[in-house]
């Protein structure tokens, strides 16, 4: 199986489009006609650059407006034809994508349709071409690619056949077994693009929402499925309209789009036995058994007002790194490691983002098997020296070029606080209640959410909730959940559109996207804040108005909404449950420590409370160049 995208899903100028597209490894590339018209050289020059980066041309299109037209504008529509044949001959590409007319005079008519194909299917024939139908979605007369399969059916010509494109099925949820029985070698070439689900106008969606495979809520698995089944084994090719994909970096949307097919086809292939031959295999999703630890860079001092935070919230220095500036604080299962070296990778991270959480460390089922994954879907792999008495812990580059490390049980590497650090004996009881860690919220850019969805997703035996929006006195927050099929994994991933928003002043001033949210898990919440107020923690202080309403809205019982009340103690239920947060101040430039209790099986996060706990942080955060609270 290979890959193609089309110039119109990425950004940039032709030259630009065809070095990324290259680069991320893709096989072939469609020419858009308005990427080459707007291009200033020949098409034979196109061609040339086309083949310099390694890339086939897999098509040429659209050509619009064809088929079933009345006189004179029929002749002139094959007038048309030739005259984009002879641009194809210079391009140095041999298929040519019409899709379904929308024209107001076209008349209809599958054997109209099939007679006119059957002619350019012999002008073709003649330049040695080959010409695709695809149903638009909102074609006048054909908008379901049964109709276009009838259409090529009876044009009855070798050189003319069927173009699929998954959104034009799955937009109007056709029956996709009725795919399996088109003969592959009838099949041209199939189109991809997922989408998420929006109620609107197919054309608008089409145009501007389209996005990767797995990215969306479209079963395009299924579709792909059904098209592995017919025997196709020829290109496969991304179709992607979208504003932000448009808008962003060439670079990464190639990267994504072509980490979209590796993962769709590994998917199939595990579906599909047949295919397995032009499919590379690699390990199966991996499982993720927790979050084993989320690591600092930081600064002498700013260690210090994490360690006195971490303190009060009830954490013991539990281990000192054998060889490194390394300390381990621990509380239940939760490890919490701050890192003061002043070379590497953490002490860079240190230079460019301030004090911040620059890794986290994921126990998975195999972790040799997680870094196969992730190479084969094209992540970054990361490499640092080891010491001689450190393990080598194999690690990725994630959100905003942070590190993901991987431990399992089947090494030493679950060992790797036994063995590289020195234990300092602690009082058992020293906590506050505090067990695991319950989710780690990571914040970027609107715009790079699709990316770190696929990341995640791909790799790890995980699903996507739909996205929310949390409202930000200053601007929307767009957050979307992934969760281990167990929740042992439980992210939010939060895309801030505004620089004003909390979200949107993290990722200014950490100079990047990274991890701004540790939630931990306690079985008692108000247990948990007596023992802080004892600490001498000062909770984030909720507006008095946010307990009226929730007590209001939830019939609670008074005495339970006083006991919140003074504690701070945020409140939601669902259908299964209910769920308490409380919450630090913001620490340094806005990173979030939260306290969490999930009672009877309560399954979100605390969303409804986002704004007026968004708004308790703003208070409390110092305008610029006054101390702030619990400032590194
Ligand atoms: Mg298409
Ligand atoms: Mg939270």
């Not at 630009?16 to 080459?36: C, M, Y």
């Not at 064809?66 to 041999?94: C, I």
């Not at 126990?363 to 040799?368: I, L, M, R």
Request: proline content about 4%; charged content about 25%; overall charge negative.
């Amino acid at each position: 199986m290979r890959t193609s995208i089309a110039t119109v899903s990425i950004a940039g100028d032709l030259a630009e489009k065809l070095a990324a597209i290259s680069a991320a490894g893709f096989d072939g590339v469609e020419i858009f006609e308005n990427d080459f018209l707007a291009f200033d050289g020949s098409p034979r020059d196109v061609g040339q650059m086309a083949r310099d980066a390694g890339l086939t041309i897999t098509l040429f299109q659209p050509f619009r407006d064809f088929e079933g037209l009345p006189e004179p504008q029929r002749s002139r529509a094959f007038d048309r034809a030739e005259r984009k044949f002879d641009v194809m001959q210079e391009l140095g590409t041999d298929l040519m994508l019409v899709c379904s007319s929308v024209s107001p005079v076209s008349l209809g008519g599958i054997d109209r349709a099939a007679a006119d194909f059957h002619e350019l299917g012999e002008r073709a024939a003649k330049q040695d071409l080959r010409v695709g139908y695809e149903a638009l979605a909102w074609g006048r007369h054909v908008n379901d690619h049964r109709d276009a399969w009838e259409i090529v059916r009876r044009a009855a010509h070798p050189n003319i056949g069927l173009v699929l494109d998954s959104f034009h099925t799955l937009a109007r949820k056709i029956d996709l077994s009725s795919i399996r029985s088109i003969p592959s070698d009838k099949i041209f070439i199939v189109q991809l693009a997922d989408a998420p689900l929006i109620d609107m106008d197919l054309l608008y969606w089409s145009r501007h929402f389209r996005n990767m495979p797995g990215e969306g809520d479209l079963p395009v698995r299924e579709f792909m499925q059904a098209v592995a089944a017919t025997g196709y084994d020829d290109y496969i090719s991304l179709e992607i309209f979208n504003d932000q994909f448009r808008g962003g970096s060439a670079k990464a949307i190639s990267v994504d789009g072509k980490r979209s097919l590796v993962w769709l086809m590994d998917q199939v292939r595990r579906e599909e036995p047949a295919l397995d031959a032009s499919v590379p295999s690699m390990p199966d999703r991996i499982g993720v058994e927790g979050i084993e630890f989320i690591e600092f860079a930081a600064n002498p001092e700013g260690a210090k007002s994490l360690g006195t935070l971490l303190a009060t919230l009830g954490f013991a220095e539990a281990g000192r790194h054998v060889s490194k500036d390394v300390t381990l604080y621990r509380q239940g299962e939760i490890n919490i490691v701050v890192n003061t070296e002043r070379q590497g990778f953490a002490h860079s991270s240190f230079v460019v983002h301030g004090t911040s959480a620059y890794a986290i460390g994921l126990k998975v089922e195999d972790a040799a098997a997680t870094v196969v994954r992730a190479e084969a879907l094209g992540a970054e792999i990361f490499h640092q020296r080891v010491g001689p008495d450190e393990l080598s812990i194999p690690a990725i580059r994630g959100v905003g070029g942070g590190l993901v490390y991987f431990l399992d049980g089947k090494t030493d590497l679950a060992k790797v606080w036994d063995i590289e650090f020195k234990v300092i004996a602690t009082t058992p009881d020293s906590g506050v209640g505090l067990t695991r860690i319950d989710h780690v919220g990571q914040t970027m850019f609107h715009e790079e959410m699709p990316s770190w969805l696929l990341f995640y997703v791909s790799l790890f035996r995980t699903t996507k909730t739909p996205m929310v929006d949390i409202v930000d006195p200053a601007g929307l927050v767009r957050s979307q959940v992934i969760e281990g099929l167990d929740k042992r994994l439980r992210l939010t991933l939060n895309g801030a559109e505004s620089r004003r928003t909390l979200a949107g002043h993290f990722i200014a001033e950490t100079f990047g996207s990274g991890v701004q949210h540790l939630a931990m898990a306690t079985d008692d919440i108000f247990a948990v804040a007596k023992k802080l107020a004892a600490n001498g923690f000062e909770p984030l202080q909720i507006s008095m108005n946010y307990y009226d309403d929730v007590e209001a809205r939830f019939g609670l019982d008074p005495d339970l909404a006083d006991r919140l009340r003074v504690s701070n103690i945020l409140y939601d239920r669902d259908d299964k449950g209910e769920f308490f947060q409380l919450y630090a101040p913001t620490f340094g430039e806005g990173f979030i420590f939260e306290i969490v209790e999930r009672r009877g099986g309560y399954a979100g996060y605390g969303a409804p409370n986002a704004p007026f706990r968004i708004a308790a942080q703003k208070r409390m955060m110092r305008p610029k160049g006054m101390p702030r609270v619990g400032s590194a």
